[in-house]
């Protein structure tokens, strides 16, 4: 397929400066925050000697101007080089790679079963719209969305871990316990049930009213009646006929929130104690990390920006109508 | 009789549910359906036809209810049939064609998967076989490459081309009976003829029975063998095709077949000495459809060279197919679209050199009024708000424009009270009228009017274009009138333009083109007009010759 391919490789060098420009931009955003690293370190070593504080930035280049240092960190980052974080005392790459597994298991996890849920509780509700079984989905789900997600978070702590003791409360794994093989994943799945069920519950509850709301659109359709004209047994109209059309703005905001893969989940990170992206942006923040944050913010975007292509393929896959043009 | 009709309804009656505008949907129906038979179902919106072919196939909305009498296929009553084999009939032996073509197919789904689906579900036959059979069927209902256009998606399909598949996909098992549900009226004249050749051709040869459901007497003249007329969900005349038209019995009838449009000939000569309202020259018009920057999309010419004068108190037809540039034409009058060059004098100025600001006095003087009144009134806005905006904004007093809508209401044949309502409290021809007032209230010197009747019910369409005619005369206005319907055109307009993709290929006064028709093109729209062997029963007396005496007697 020559013309997916032209697509993809347009896309791609599009996505190579649009990724450029947002580096440049979030440069000019994180220097903009009042205080700089060099002061929150010299604070926190209760030296508040102005020499000393000098000394810190000329170490770290921020007393040079503030073009020279954007001309340094841009030439770094198209040689794929996140900086060195000064403060932990390690290339930002690699912190990124520490804390990256920890945050996609939770969200992709979350993400997925979010995905497969709703759209199977909001075909439900909508193909028994207006019985219990419809009321009681829709009731659900607007409390889950409507619940704020820490609560969520703490009530499910309080009655899993605290009260029943089934769950691990925190973190990503039974500490010196020494698991190996299979009793390792388990042990990490486990700890990974409440804070994905947190997760996920908020985001299902975005999907099972939006396949509720779409499928009820369709299935008034003509072609709907067509299906039901030609005998068709009611699953296959449900699946093939009404789903297939009703699924494509699912698609969109699907596509969008998985933008939010990397940032997304800061809140769930602080109340399940997990060590991931989340957790090193707030803490960066507070630290004025500057290459850190950077890091995060790039690669954020790179998420971004390679979920879109993946939505629009998807989407011209799904529906005949939209072709791919570059 | 010893032969089983294949369709046997007795007295069906379907309820509606409660707060509806009357209780039942139909009401006691009876009537059969032979092989080999065409029985055309005749009524306007609302009558119950509709109803009735749904529950033949057992596909009424759920809160519809068949409260009595049954409907057997065959000698079996299908009400006592479980719903498998409920289903094994829907399909297999009773299958149904749409209206709109343009929705009745799944736009994610080949056309080719869509009749396979059917062969699937009421057949054994391999996947092999099945692929064979859908060539077969494209290639049977006059399919261009049938190979081919198996793998297509609806959207690259033409609406005749679409509802060619539909037929295709209902005849896939050769049912013994095949309901076709308005099938050609959202087709072009020219397409609806071809798919009436299509199903008469394929009825008359598997002897399938066709309930053919329709609301135009053209269309039941071409095919009818009988005719049964439905009003308020009751049938008021059922009998052969050749009684009901020329000898309607029931008034209901009477007064339907007398709202038909049709070529009259007494209508007295336009004089072409008037002044020239409005002069369209040389204008051009192509629209560029997708295509990205380095990437040449598609070139769709809807205006090329087009010519044309309005005089004062005329009215003059624009007629062709949908996309012949028809509607370009009109809107670009309005200046709703900049055409890419000519010029479009009105008395005198030409509106295409002139800025947004300068052109805006104009914009009184054209007005215009759209095809489908129930997208063209605001929901939110009260009938009387509607109708004074516009001249609200060109500085009149808002008291004053408010009385004055009043009186255009009453004009237009509407209560004064209609002002404070909003339109969905109004029917499709009531909101036909509000729509003309609110163009009038500007009191503009030319009227487009485009397709302002094609969307509703043929009665209520003579209504509508009996109160055009009337104000014509009554406000000496000149009007573009923009349709399909040659029937209609030859009804109400002075001079007649035909156009054909994006060009006019004849234009003349109305007797000259549809009495000596010159370009091949007009004889061909004019071949395709239904019905054109049948004449109206000269006791039934025309509505608009009704009206038309009347006019002169007053």
Same mark, same amino acid.
């Given at each position: 397929?020559?013309?997916?391919?032209?697509?993809?490789? @347009?896309?791609?060098?599009?996505?190579? +400066?649009?990724?450029?420009?947002?580096?440049?931009?979030?440069?000019?955003? #994180?220097?903009?925050?009042?205080?700089?690293?060099?002061?929150?370190? =010299?604070?926190? =070593?209760?030296? =508040?000697?102005?020499?000393?504080?000098?000394?810190?930035? @000329? @170490?770290?280049?921020?007393?040079?101007?503030?073009?020279? @240092?954007?001309?340094?960190?841009?030439?770094? #980052?198209?040689?794929?080089?996140?900086?060195?974080?000064?403060?932990?005392?390690?290339?930002? +790459?690699?912190?990124?790679?520490?804390?990256?597994?920890?945050?996609?298991?939770?969200?992709?996890?979350?993400?997925?079963?979010?995905?497969?849920?709703?759209?199977?509780?909001?075909?439900?509700?909508?193909?028994?719209?207006?019985?219990?079984?419809?009321?009681?989905?829709?009731?659900?789900?607007?409390?889950?969305?409507?619940?704020?997600?820490?609560?969520?978070?703490?009530?499910?702590?309080?009655? +899993?871990?605290?009260?029943?003791?089934?769950?691990?409360?925190?973190?990503?794994?039974?500490?010196?316990?020494?698991?190996?093989?299979?009793?390792? /994943?388990?042990?990490?799945?486990?700890?990974?049930?409440?804070? #994905?069920?947190?997760?996920?519950?908020?985001?299902?509850?975005?999907?099972?009213?939006?396949?509720?709301?779409?499928?009820?659109?369709?299935?008034?359709?003509?072609?709907?009646?067509?299906?039901?004209?030609?005998?068709?047994?009611?699953?296959?109209?449900?699946?093939?006929?009404?789903?297939?059309?009703?699924?494509?703005?699912?698609?969109?905001?699907?596509?969008?929130?998985?933008?939010?893969?990397?940032?997304?989940?800061?809140?769930?990170?602080?109340?399940?104690?997990?060590?991931?992206?989340?957790?090193?942006?707030?803490?960066?923040?507070?630290?004025?990390?500057?290459?850190?944050?950077?890091?995060? /913010?790039?690669?954020?975007? #790179?998420?971004?920006?390679?979920?879109?292509?993946?939505?629009?393929?998807?989407?011209?896959?799904?529906?005949?109508?939209?072709?791919?043009?570059? | 009789?010893?032969?089983?009709?294949?369709?046997?309804?007795?007295?069906?009656?379907?309820?509606?549910?409660?707060?509806?505008?009357?209780?039942?949907?139909?009401?006691?129906?009876?009537?059969?359906?032979?092989?080999?038979?065409?029985?055309?179902?005749?009524?306007?919106?609302?009558?119950?036809?509709?109803?009735?072919?749904?529950?033949?196939?057992?596909?009424?909305?759920?809160?519809?209810?068949?409260?009595?009498?049954?409907?057997?296929?065959?000698?079996?009553?299908?009400?006592?049939?479980?719903?498998?084999? %409920?289903?094994?009939?829907?399909?297999?032996?009773?299958?149904?064609?749409?209206?709109?073509?343009?929705?009745?197919?799944?736009?994610?789904?080949?056309?080719?998967?869509?009749?396979?689906?059917?062969?699937?579900?009421?057949?054994?036959?391999?996947?092999?076989?099945?692929?064979?059979?859908?060539?077969?069927?494209?290639?049977?209902?006059?399919?261009?490459?049938?190979?081919?256009?198996?793998?297509?998606?609806?959207?690259?399909?033409?609406?005749?081309?679409? &509802?060619?598949?539909?037929?295709?996909?209902?005849?896939?098992?050769?049912?013994?009976?095949?309901?076709?549900?308005?099938?050609?009226?959202?087709?072009?004249?020219?397409?609806?003829?071809?798919?009436?050749?299509?199903?008469?051709?394929?009825?008359?040869?598997?002897?399938?029975?066709?309930?053919?459901?329709?609301?135009?007497?053209?269309?039941?003249?071409?095919?009818?063998?009988?005719?049964?007329?439905?009003?308020?969900?009751?049938?008021?005349?059922?009998?052969?095709?050749?009684?009901?038209?020329?000898?309607? %019995?029931?008034?209901?009838?009477?007064?339907?077949?007398?709202?038909?449009?049709?070529?009259?000939?007494?209508?007295?000569?336009?004089?072409?000495?008037?002044?020239?309202?409005?002069?369209?020259?040389?204008?051009?018009?192509?629209?560029?459809?997708?295509?990205?920057?380095?990437?040449?999309?598609?070139?769709?010419?809807?205006?090329?060279?087009?010519?044309?004068?309005?005089?004062?108190?005329?009215?003059?037809?624009?007629?062709?197919?949908?996309?012949?540039?028809?509607?370009?034409?009109?809107?670009?009058?309005?200046?709703?679209?900049?055409?890419?060059?000519?010029?479009?004098?009105?008395?005198?100025?030409?509106?295409?050199?002139?800025?947004?600001?300068?052109?805006?006095?104009?914009?009184?003087?054209?007005?215009?009024?759209?095809?489908?009144?129930?997208?063209?009134?605001?929901?939110?806005?009260?009938?009387?708000?509607?109708?004074? %905006?516009?001249?609200?904004?060109?500085?009149?007093?808002?008291?004053?424009?408010? *009385?004055?809508?009043?009186?255009?209401?009453?004009?237009?044949?509407?209560?004064?009270?209609? $002002?404070?309502?909003?339109?969905?409290?109004?029917?499709?021809?009531?909101?036909?009228?509000?729509?003309?007032?609110?163009?009038?209230?500007?009191?503009?010197?030319?009227?487009?009017?485009?397709?302002?009747?094609?969307?509703?019910?043929?009665?209520?369409?003579?209504?509508?274009? *009996?109160?055009?005619?009337?104000?014509?005369?009554?406000?000496?206005?000149?009007?573009?009138?923009?349709?399909? *319907?040659?029937?209609?055109?030859?009804?109400?307009?002075?001079?007649?333009?035909?156009? &054909?993709?994006?060009?006019?290929?004849?234009?003349?006064?109305?007797?000259?083109?549809?009495?000596?028709? %010159?370009?091949?093109?007009?004889?061909?729209?004019?071949?395709?007009?239904?019905?054109?062997?049948?004449?109206?029963?000269?006791?039934?007396?025309?509505?608009?010759?009704?009206?038309? $005496?009347?006019?002169?007697?007053?």
């Amino acid at each position: 397929m020559p013309r997916i391919a032209l697509f993809i490789s @347009q896309r791609l060098v599009k996505a190579v +400066f649009v990724i450029l420009a947002i580096a440049v931009f979030n440069f000019f955003l #994180v220097h903009a925050a009042p205080g700089d690293p060099a002061a929150v370190m =010299a604070g926190e =070593a209760g030296a =508040a000697d102005a020499k000393f504080v000098e000394q810190l930035r @000329q @170490q770290f280049g921020l007393d040079r101007p503030l073009y020279e @240092q954007l001309g340094t960190y841009m030439s770094k #980052v198209v040689q794929a080089d996140l900086g060195y974080s000064y403060r932990q005392q390690r290339p930002v +790459f690699d912190l990124l790679m520490d804390r990256l597994p920890v945050t996609l298991s939770l969200t992709l996890t979350a993400f997925v079963l979010a995905l497969l849920g709703g759209v199977a509780l909001g075909t439900l509700a909508a193909m028994r719209a207006g019985t219990w079984s419809d009321t009681a989905i829709t009731v659900v789900g607007l409390t889950a969305y409507a619940t704020p997600i820490f609560w969520i978070g703490l009530m499910l702590i309080l009655l +899993f871990s605290v009260n029943l003791g089934w769950l691990p409360a925190f973190g990503t794994e039974s500490i010196g316990a020494g698991y190996t093989g299979w009793d390792a /994943f388990l042990d990490r799945a486990k700890h990974l049930v409440l804070p #994905v069920t947190t997760l996920g519950l908020f985001y299902m509850a975005v999907y099972t009213r939006l396949t509720r709301a779409s499928i009820l659109e369709v299935r008034d359709m003509d072609f709907v009646k067509t299906a039901r004209a030609k005998g068709l047994p009611e699953w296959r109209i449900v699946s093939v006929h009404i789903l297939r059309n009703a699924i494509l703005p699912v698609i969109t905001v699907a596509g969008f929130q998985a933008g939010h893969l990397i940032g997304g989940s800061i809140l769930i990170e602080t109340v399940f104690a997990l060590p991931g992206i989340g957790r090193l942006a707030f803490e960066a923040v507070l630290q004025r990390d500057y290459q850190v944050l950077l890091g995060i /913010f790039l690669l954020t975007s #790179v998420v971004v920006v390679v979920f879109n292509l993946l939505t629009d393929l998807i989407y011209s896959l799904v529906d005949p109508r939209i072709e791919v043009a570059p | 009789m010893t032969e089983t009709p294949l369709l046997d309804v007795r007295n069906l009656t379907i309820d509606l549910p409660r707060g509806a505008d009357r209780p039942h949907a139909v009401q006691d129906l009876t009537f059969t359906l032979e092989p080999g038979e065409i029985l055309c179902v005749v009524g306007e919106s609302g009558s119950g036809k509709s109803m009735t072919a749904h529950a033949v196939m057992g596909l009424l909305p759920k809160a519809v209810k068949v409260s009595s009498g049954e409907i057997r296929h065959q000698g079996t009553d299908v009400f006592s049939l479980p719903e498998r084999d %409920q289903r094994a009939l829907r399909g297999g032996r009773i299958a149904m064609i749409f209206q709109e073509p343009m929705t009745a197919l799944n736009p994610l789904m080949r056309v080719g998967d869509q009749i396979d689906e059917v062969l699937r579900y009421h057949t054994t036959l391999d996947r092999a076989a099945r692929r064979a059979r859908v060539v077969e069927l494209l290639a049977s209902v006059g399919l261009p490459e049938p190979d081919h256009l198996r793998r297509s998606y609806p959207f690259r399909l033409s609406g005749g081309q679409r &509802q060619r598949v539909m037929i295709a996909m209902a005849l896939a098992v050769e049912p013994d009976i095949l309901i076709a549900d308005e099938p050609t009226t959202a087709l072009d004249v020219t397409t609806q003829k071809q798919i009436l050749e299509l199903i008469q051709d394929i009825q008359a040869k598997r002897r399938m029975g066709v309930m053919f459901i329709t609301h135009d007497f053209g269309v039941v003249a071409e095919i009818a063998h009988r005719v049964a007329v439905m009003q308020r969900g009751r049938i008021v005349e059922i009998g052969t095709a050749e009684d009901v038209l020329n000898r309607p %019995q029931h008034p209901y009838t009477r007064q339907l077949i007398a709202a038909v449009p049709h070529l009259i000939e007494h209508r007295e000569d336009f004089t072409r000495a008037r002044q020239p309202v409005l002069t369209a020259e040389k204008v051009c018009k192509t629209f560029h459809l997708g295509g990205g920057f380095f990437t040449p999309g598609r070139k769709v010419v809807a205006g090329d060279d087009l010519s044309l004068t309005i005089h004062q108190g005329e009215t003059v037809g624009l007629v062709g197919e949908s996309g012949s540039g028809k509607s370009t034409l009109g809107r670009s009058i309005v200046g709703l679209i900049k055409p890419d060059s000519g010029k479009i004098l009105f008395e005198g100025v030409d509106l295409l050199s002139l800025s947004r600001p300068a052109f805006r006095p104009y914009r009184r003087h054209v007005q215009m009024v759209f095809q489908d009144p129930y997208a063209s009134l605001n929901p939110r806005h009260t009938v009387g708000d509607i109708i004074t %905006q516009g001249p609200v904004a060109f500085g009149e007093d808002r008291h004053k424009a408010l *009385d004055k809508a009043k009186a255009l209401l009453k004009l237009v044949g509407l209560d004064a009270s209609a $002002a404070e309502r909003f339109p969905h409290e109004f029917s499709g021809g009531q909101r036909q009228r509000i729509s003309i007032a609110r163009a009038l209230a500007l009191e503009p010197k030319l009227l487009i009017a485009d397709e302002p009747v094609s969307a509703l019910d043929v009665s209520v369409q003579a209504q509508v274009l *009996d109160l055009l005619e009337d104000l014509r005369h009554r406000l000496n206005l000149s009007m573009l009138f923009i349709t399909h *319907d040659l029937r209609i055109a030859a009804q109400i307009c002075d001079t007649i333009a035909v156009m &054909q993709k994006g060009r006019i290929v004849e234009i003349g006064p109305a007797k000259e083109v549809f009495g000596n028709p %010159q370009h091949a093109y007009t004889r061909t729209l004019l071949d395709a007009i239904p019905g054109k062997g049948w004449t109206i029963p000269e006791d039934v007396v025309p509505v608009t010759r009704r009206s038309a $005496a009347l006019r002169n007697s007053a």
